[in-house]
Structure formats: C-alpha cells, structure tokens
C-alpha cells in the first residue's frame, strides 16, 4: 500500500485479470467467510453448512462437504493454509484436510464465548471474538494463547492475514481495517460500498501477481411480492441477499484519508414552477448551490436543465443563478442543473495525536463558525449546559468533538418531524431528525469552540448495483463538518451512527462519508430567491410553496480510486 518513499499506492482504474466482478454463490443463502485457494473461491453457509467451491470466473458452485454439511452449520469464517481448511462455528475453532476423501473436522481450540474469524499465517493462527472484543493468536503446533490485540471496531469482524498486515471486515462498522500484525496497531480503515460486510480475503492473480480484495455481504433486502391469493395481492416481503464483491481502495499517507470503491454518478435537480398562492414576482433571482470538489467527490460536468443558468461563487462554491423577468401564478416551467458526479467513500485517518498542538483558529473562522446564525439557542440554559457536560473537560478537539457526538447520541433518539425545531426544544423532546440532530450538534460544538457547519444536500439510493437505473431519493440529507486547524474539514454525519440505545456508537462515519453522499451547499443556503434586488421573505411566500422538486440519481459505472 506505501512505496519505501512514503508515497500512497494507488489501484488502477482499469480492470485486471483478477477482478471477477460480483460473484452470487448459487444457492447460498448468507455467506460468512471466503478464501481463495487453487484458483478457486470457498465459502461458508452458516444457514445450510454448505462449504461451497466456486469458480469466480463463471460462478458455477459446488458443495464440496455433501456428507458433513451438519458439521459446518453455524460457521462463520474460513481460511486454508497448505491445504487445510480453517473454520470457525459457535465457541469453536476447526480444522480438516482437503486431501481427505471426506472432510473429518479436528477441534483447535474451544473459547467461553462464540468466536467469529479465524486466519492462519505460518505457524500463528488468528481468532476474533466479539464478546472479548480481541483478536486472539495462538501457537499453531501447541493451540497455546500467545498474545491478544484488541479488535478496531465494535461488531462481528472478519480477519485474514497479508504478509505484516492483519486485514478485518467489520459487519457493522460497514469498514475494513488494516493493522500492522505484529503490535494490532491500525494503520489505516476504508468503507465497504455495502452493509453487512461478513468475510474478506485476497485474490492473487497467478500470472500478474495484482492482489484484489473481495468482501462477502450477507443481509435483507425489501421486495414487491405478487401473492395471488392476498387482495391486493401486491404485499412487501424480505429475502436473503448474499454476494462477493471487489474492494478497491487507496490510501493517501500524506493527506491522511484512504478512499474505497467509487462510482460514476448523473444527478440532477429541478424544479418545477407551480404556486400554491397568487404570487407575482419581477426580477426574480434563485440561486441553487452545485455540487462542489471535495477529497471524495469530483464534477465531471453541470449542465442546465430547462432555464440556462449564470455562475457565482459564494463562500469558495459554486452557485447556479436562474434569472426570471416575471414570475405569474399562471406560469409554468422548469429549471435546474445535472451533473456527472464521481464518488467515493472516504475514511480520515487523523487520531488525537494529530490534534495535540494546532494553531489558533482563523479569527473569520470565529466570526463565522462559532457563532449562532441559524437559530441554534445557543443562550439557552439547556444548550449551555449540555454544552459543558458533553466537553467533558476535555482539551483535544478530536476526542472533544467524539465525546459530543456521542453525547447528543445518548441524548437523542432519531424521528422525522413535519418541521425543524430549535436545538433547546429538540434536547427537551429527546427525538429529533437528521436536521435536528444537526442543529444540537452545531450548538454544542460551538460553544465548545469547535467551529463547524452544515453540509447537504442529497443521498444517492445506497444500492450500486442497480445501474443505468434512475433512482429517486426518499429524503433530503443534512451532515456536518468540523474544523481542525491546520488541517482542515472533516465530515461527520449528523445521526446514522446512533444505532443502539446507550451505545456503543459506530465510528465509520466520524471522519467518513460513503460513496452515496452528494455534497454542496457547505455551510451557505442550498437555494436562495432575491426578488427585485432583495432577500425573499419566506413570510411572504417560500420555496416550496412556488414550487415542487425533482431529485434522481443513475449510477453509471463503478470507478475504482487512485491519484
């Protein structure tokens, strides 16, 4: 992943001998754990104890333990080492010979609690277990504990072993980490493009020797089932959805960020023109911020839609004007933008120890950023308080900024609202949505002097592999942004990481966004109206009740990331 120079290692953009795509296993119902061995992929059904052989190239499956399937049946993770297969079922640790005319598992070693991965590298084998939160080595000849290194996340983790690396897949993280083998120390995490990530292994191209990643995936998804005898005979249902996918990921050592799958994106924007109210308008200006360049995203190309548009910048953004003479309630039209966007997932590898001496923040900064401007009751006795308790006294941003996401976390529980309420009344209610959240977060960040803003707009329906599709968002999305000085923006999402009650809370998407986040409109309005020269004022008549929006996202291609 890192030259001798230091430089990151990119991936290449063009496809490789080694990069089968997506591999459906037949009949397989949840894949937990894949190797590659012989040219062939294996993986483990801890629904069926099918272990099944497949060809990458076209998919064909075999069961290859048709007389001991039972053995299996819980299994959730595999590795093969000298053709001995490796696996893992319940509190215990497995082994079998491919050689053996039928496969005869051998216990390793059995723990108190259920054990979740297993990888063997020369004479140490690597066990993970979620209840002890370890990855715990042993001595291969003697089943001896040697040492233990404590797991990167806090769900069910996958593991293989790359010559000096021990590489996880944490099923609810949504990440793969990769440490160093000897000390556990991470060196850097990515996010997967999918949820539920549940085995993870290297393939080797026998001729070019190009290593590729492939994640196993096991979740549910939702579908429209056609049941003749129900009226209406159309009814929601869930099924099993269970696949192999490449992970393509860069690490940028200098800029401390590593990016992971990638895809080609058009979005577009519109708005529709059609008063709820008699209105009329002269010299009407609206304003919609576009997409902006970021780490992770790159415009490939805006182009008007309906009405041209002029640009400005505002705040360092890019801004599209549409300029209406006259706007009657009898008129209709519409205006917008589209955009090719391309997309990555995005994880920042700063740690505390980057943040122990930074320079004073910009004073435009403070003027800006720390401030209340948005209706965040910062003067409120609540706010003050939650604002001092959730500092905690502590003095390094980054860990200040983490424990006050985690203590709105503990305070909030997610719900969608007709409107948006200050963050005093949201503290108060105990539920707030993504924009309420947000509102809690700026107001408490602040105060701790932590100059942070709002980002949008949109999110791309997280599903890649419908492609050429055009998909429609449900919601529109809010996040924020936090200010390290001397390094710069960080993302952190406003509340899908408030998973459980009490926590503990996920950290894919502190200092991360996936690959489905549409970024503009940082910290500025994302539409503004100016009529005759002047500010509109949403009394007198708003955006939505001048018109209706139209948002649809197609995915185009998936690009692998690199320099």
């Known amino acids: 992943m890192i030259n001798e120079d230091n430089t990151p290692i990119s991936v290449n953009k063009k496809p490789t001998k080694s990069d089968f795509g997506t591999i459906r296993p037949l009949a397989a119902y949840s894949i937990h754990g894949i190797a590659f061995h012989n040219n062939s992929l294996y993986a483990i059904d801890p629904t069926t104890g099918y272990l099944f052989q497949i060809n990458p190239t076209t998919g064909n499956t075999k069961i290859i333990n048709t007389n001991r399937w039972g053995d299996f049946v819980g299994g959730t993770d595999l590795a093969i080492v000298d053709n001995t297969l490796w ?179 058009e979005m577009s924007y519109i708005e529709e023109i059609s008063p709820l109210d008699p209105v009329e308008l002269k010299e009407l200006e609206w304003r919609i911020a576009l997409p902006a360049e970021t780490d992770r995203q790159k415009v490939v190309k805006v182009e008007p839609i309906g009405l041209p548009f002029t640009e400005e910048i505002q705040d360092g953004q890019r801004v599209a004007v549409f300029k209406i003479d006259r706007l009657k309630s009898d008129d209709r039209f519409i205006f917008g933008w589209k955009a090719i966007l391309e997309v990555w997932s995005i994880k920042y590898q700063l740690t505390p120890r980057h943040c122990q001496e930074l320079p004073e923040l910009p004073v435009e900064y403070k003027h800006k950023y720390l401030v209340d401007d948005d209706n965040l009751a910062m003067h409120t006795e609540i706010i003050l308080r939650a604002a001092e308790e959730a500092g905690d006294k502590e003095t390094n941003l980054l860990r200040k900024m983490y424990s006050i996401r985690n203590y709105v976390y503990d305070k909030l529980a997610y719900g969608i609202k007709p409107q948006i309420d200050t963050p005093d009344i949201v503290l108060r209610r105990g539920v707030g949505s993504c924009g309420e959240y947000l509102g809690v977060l700026l107001a408490i960040s602040r105060l701790n002097e932590i100059a942070c803003r709002t980002v949008g707009r949109y999110k791309c329906p997280a599903d890649p592999l419908k492609k050429n599709i055009p998909m429609v968002p449900d919601f529109n999305h809010v996040w924020m942004e936090f200010y390290i000085p001397g390094r710069g923006w960080l993302p952190m999402e406003s509340n899908p990481d408030d998973m459980f009650e009490g926590g503990p809370y996920p950290t894919r998407f502190f200092m991360g966004l996936c690959w489905y986040h549409a970024e503009m409109a940082k910290g500025i309005p994302f539409e503004t109206l100016k009529s005759e020269g002047l500010p509109l004022n949403k009394d007198k008549v708003s955006i939505g009740e001048l018109a209706i929006n139209h948002v649809s996202f197609t995915i185009l291609e998936e690009l692998k990331p690199g320099k």
């Open 87 to 265: 696996f893992t079922a319940e509190e215990s640790v497995y082994f079998c010979s491919l050689d053996a005319p039928e496969l005869n598992p051998e216990l390793f070693v059995r723990l108190s609690y259920s054990v979740n991965g297993v990888a063997v590298w020369e004479n140490t084998v690597f066990v993970t277990c979620y209840k002890t939160r370890d990855i715990i080595i042993y001595n291969r000849e003697t089943a001896k504990e040697i040492t233990r290194h404590p797991c990167p996340g806090i769900g069910m983790e996958n593991i293989t072993v790359k010559g000096e690396e021990i590489w996880l897949c944490d099923k609810l993280e949504q990440t793969v980490f990769c440490l160093d083998r000897a000390t556990g120390r991470k060196i850097f995490s990515v996010l997967t493009p999918f949820p539920s990530p549940t085995g993870i292994a290297f393939h080797i191209d026998p001729e070019t020797k190009a290593e590729t990643l492939y994640i196993s995936y096991a979740d549910r998804e939702p579908y429209i089932r056609d049941n003749p005898n129900a009226e209406p005979n159309f009814e929601l249902q869930y099924r099993d959805l269970t696949f192999i996918h490449p992970l393509y990921y860069y690490y940028n050592r200098d800029k401390e960020y590593a990016l992971s799958n990638g895809y080609l994106v």
